[in-house]
């Protein structure tokens, strides 16, 4: 048998080869980089969850009801997870967002546009308000030489000049770093006020319904978010969809993005306990009710009694730039959703970065969100409110979202039967929102 000769290596080689080996150091942050790449759109869509429904909501319910309702967030949480999931999905499959499959109803399509239409002209103006009412709450409270009012007027013209200008960069990833440090902050209060585990374990486990809670429950029915954000999810996950796929298939990149919204679901939930929890701890004991104006006052206390009066102005600030950045997302994004259905309807591209329909529609939404917030003055009714009547278009955007990733997709990108058998339950969860959100919103009973 020949014997081979070993292989030399020349000086050159050598060097050559430890240039071009990485080292065990540097392929551990290569890793790292590759799995943190592939988060992003789940945890956008955690942290629009947080700047509504969960700073004030959750710790209103905590505060008025203690841990009685932590039993809806979780069912709110499980039978709404698909309605989210559907929209990366859905995007991984075909390289378009939701808005692309809901035109392609075409026995529904004038359905669809009625539907969208009358949707994005009644409740977003809710919405705006709820969050323009919030954030000016929170420079009222810091600055109260200036009245509620004042304050509100003020944000919403700088945002529309922002909008208008269409040059703001980075707030996307500001608000999400201010969003990081608030739920930071509030991990750190919650962990110096940890409830007893009998006291959440009863209100997870034994369903309850509180005397003067109904109103609540139906706010939280609604939880994590808005369903109209499956939509921009999906178009979230169209931008990703490139940096998912890559090298690895569509498979794999379908699997990136669900990891991504069930993270991004996972920390919802986690964060709307938190909140519920702090306000059950700490202001639930001291009678406060989060009503009136002052309502960032009285959510500071949350910081200032659990960690030390530092962190007013931390809170302040951060506060601040995750609610207004929440305001400014809704303000600018809804437009944007209403374009895009004016342009699928005509069948046309939109050419202008400002067009004037999204200018007019722009001005009209600021503008009746500055009038509601005006003349209610009371930012946690209006939040309320607002999330209650996001219960309307949850059944319908189910469905839809169903009909896309099972009729609309190759058969390898549907969902499981289990995950269908979820989503039905879900289906049926949201009308009964809806019942509930008649029955005692429009009819007044058991209030």
């Known amino acids: 048998m020949a014997v081979r000769p070993a292989a030399t290596i020349t000086g050159a080689g050598l060097m050559n080869a430890t240039l071009t080996k990485p080292s065990v150091a540097e392929k551990r942050p290569n890793r790292l ?3 943190l790449a592939q988060f992003g759109p789940g945890l956008i869509w955690a942290m629009v969850a ?3 429904t969960h700073v004030i909501l959750s710790t209103y319910a905590g505060a008025r009801f203690g841990f009685s309702l932590l039993w809806v967030i979780m069912l709110a949480h499980l039978f709404t997870y698909p309605v989210f999931e559907y929209g990366p999905r859905y995007a991984v499959a075909t390289g378009d967002s939701l ?8 026995r529904m399509r004038m359905f669809m546009m009625v539907f969208f239409g009358m949707l994005l002209l009644t409740i977003p103006f809710l919405g705006v ?18 009245s509620f009012n004042a304050w509100c007027v003020i944000i919403t013209v700088a945002t ?13 990833i500001t608000c999400i770093a201010m969003s990081g440090v608030l739920v930071v902050t509030t991990l750190l209060a919650f962990f110096l006020r940890f409830p007893q585990p009998q006291e959440f374990l009863a209100g997870g486990l034994l369903p309850a319904i509180p005397a003067g809670s109904l109103v609540t429950l139906v706010a939280l029915i609604r939880m994590p978010t808005d369903p109209a954000t499956s939509i921009m999810h999906s178009v979230w996950a169209v931008k990703k969809r490139d940096e998912w796929i890559r090298g690895d298939g569509l498979q794999a990149g379908l699997r990136k993005s669900l990891l991504d919204l069930r993270v991004g679901f996972v920390f919802s939930l986690m964060i709307a306990f938190i909140f519920l929890s702090l306000g059950a701890t700490v202001l639930r004991p001291r009678g406060i009710s989060l009503e009136g104006v002052d309502v960032a ?3 500071s206390r949350i910081y200032t009694e659990s960690v030390g009066a530092w962190t007013f102005p931390l809170f302040i600030g951060v506060a601040f730039i995750a ?4 305001y400014y997302t809704n303000a600018d994004g809804v437009p944007r959703m209403f374009e895009s259905l004016y342009n699928s309807a005509k069948k046309k591209n939109q050419t202008a970065e400002l067009s004037p329909l999204r200018m007019v529609y722009t001005a009209m939404l600021m503008g009746g969100g500055l009038l509601l917030a005006v003349l209610a003055q009371r930012p946690v009714f209006l939040v309320i409110l607002a999330v209650s009547a996001g219960l309307i278009a949850y059944p319908m955007i189910y469905l839809m979202n169903i009909y896309a990733v099972t009729k609309l997709v190759p058969p390898e990108f549907r969902p499981s039967r289990l995950n269908l058998a979820l989503a039905c339950c879900g289906v049926a969860y949201s009308l009964v929102g809806v019942t509930l959100l008649l029955l005692v919103r429009v009819f007044g009973l058991w209030n």
Do not use: D, H, N, T
């Open 50 to 52: 947080i700047g509504q």
């Open 160 to 172: 529309a000049a922002l909008i208008f200008a269409g040059r703001y960069k980075g707030l996307e």
């Open 99 to 106: 808005l692309g499959a809901y035109m392609q109803f075409r």
């Open 33 to 35: 980089r590759r799995f």
């Open 129 to 146: 308000a709820s969050l323009l009412s919030v954030s000016a709450s929170v420079l009222f409270a810091a600055f109260p030489q200036l």
């Open 323 to 326: 609610l207004w950045g929440s």
């Open 297 to 299: 006052i009285k959510l």
